[in-house]
Structure formats: C-alpha cells, structure tokens
C-alpha cells in the first residue's frame, strides 16, 4: 500500500449531525406557516370575492380545509423522509416508509367526519399512492435510487398494459353476457 492511497471512509448519514429537536422544530414550524398561508390565502380570496360584490366578507375556517389536508400530508412526507434518511436507510427503503406513512395519513383523512374536503384529497392522494405502492412494494429495500426509479418505471409500464388490456377486454366480455 502506497503513502498516497486513499483510505475509503464511512458515509454518515444525511443529516446525521442535525439535532432532531432541530430538525423536528423545523418541520413543525414549517407545517404551522403552511396552515397560515393557507388560511390566509383562503380570507383573501374570499376577501376579494366580497369586494367585488360589495358584500361583506363571507369567510368561514372550512374554507381552508383542502389546503390544510396537503398541509397534513406534506407533514406526514417530511417526517417519514427525515426518519429514513437521517438512519441512513437505502433510497428504497425510505421511499417504501414513505409510502406506507403516507397510506396510514390519507386513510386518517378519509375516515374523518369534520368535513367532506379532506375526505376528497384523502381518496384523490389514496389511489395515487396505491398505485405507487404496487411497483415500491416489488423492489428490493437495498435498491439505490436509480435502480428505484428503474424498478418503479417497469411497475407502472406493467400497470398502465393491463389496464389498458382491461379496457380493451371489457366489451368482448360485456358481449358474453
């Protein structure tokens, strides 16, 4: 061995150096600005609608409620990306936490009875997600990232052709009777 060889070191984690009260102080003052921002946005918009109108400003707190169900979700991605990331998992296994975090919060906004908006982004996030999961559900947890992203495109390959064979199949079998 020479004087000049390098000696490979050990990656640390990202963010390994990071407090977690740091991190988490973050991530929640983050999400509460976001919920400001949306309130906000909500009053004037319908701040301007009154002043267009001439009426008197017709702002109730359910308006903001869409936005704060992305607020919700957004939440729950940074939580489950930092706790991944910060143990130094591979890019599968964060993204395979993530999804599965992500799948418990959209059924929390789906079996909610507070309002019918964050039902709504509960199932549009919902089915979204499922159909990520499948592929994710199929690649090694060791994957890198490309092959991650590699593995998800044949998922969804797959996923789009028998959906569209389904299609496609449905009048020949309708026809059957």
């Given at each position: 061995m020479t004087a000049d060889a390098v000696?490979?070191?050990?990656?640390?984690?990202?963010?390994?150096?990071?407090?977690?009260?740091?991190?988490?102080?973050?991530?929640?003052?983050?999400?509460?600005a976001a919920l400001g921002i949306t309130y906000y946005l909500g009053y004037s918009e319908a701040a301007a609608e009154a002043l267009a109108d001439g009426e008197e400003i017709d702002f109730?707190?359910?308006?903001?409620?869409?936005?704060?169900?992305?607020?919700?979700?957004?939440?729950?991605?940074?939580?489950?990306?930092?706790?991944g990331v910060r143990r130094g998992w591979a890019f599968a296994s964060v993204i395979q936490i993530t999804l599965i975090v992500l799948l418990g919060a959209t059924f929390l906004l789906i079996a909610q009875d507070v309002d019918r908006d964050f039902y709504e982004v509960g199932i549009f996030v919902l089915v979204i997600l499922?159909?990520?999961?499948?592929?994710?559900?199929?690649?090694?947890?060791?994957?890198?990232?490309?092959?991650?992203?590699?593995?998800?495109?044949?998922?969804?390959?797959i996923i789009a052709a028998v959906v569209a064979f389904s299609i496609w199949l449905a009048p020949y079998l309708i026809e059957l009777g």
């Open positions: 000696i490979p070191q050990e990656r640390t984690p990202f963010l390994s150096n990071v407090p977690v009260w740091l991190i988490q102080a973050v991530i929640v003052a983050v999400t509460v109730e707190l359910e308006d903001a409620y869409t936005g704060w169900s992305w607020v919700f979700l957004g939440f729950a991605l940074a939580q489950s990306l930092v706790f499922t159909i990520l999961q499948v592929p994710f559900g199929n690649i090694p947890s060791g994957a890198n990232w490309r092959n991650s992203l590699l593995g998800l495109a044949l998922g969804l390959v």
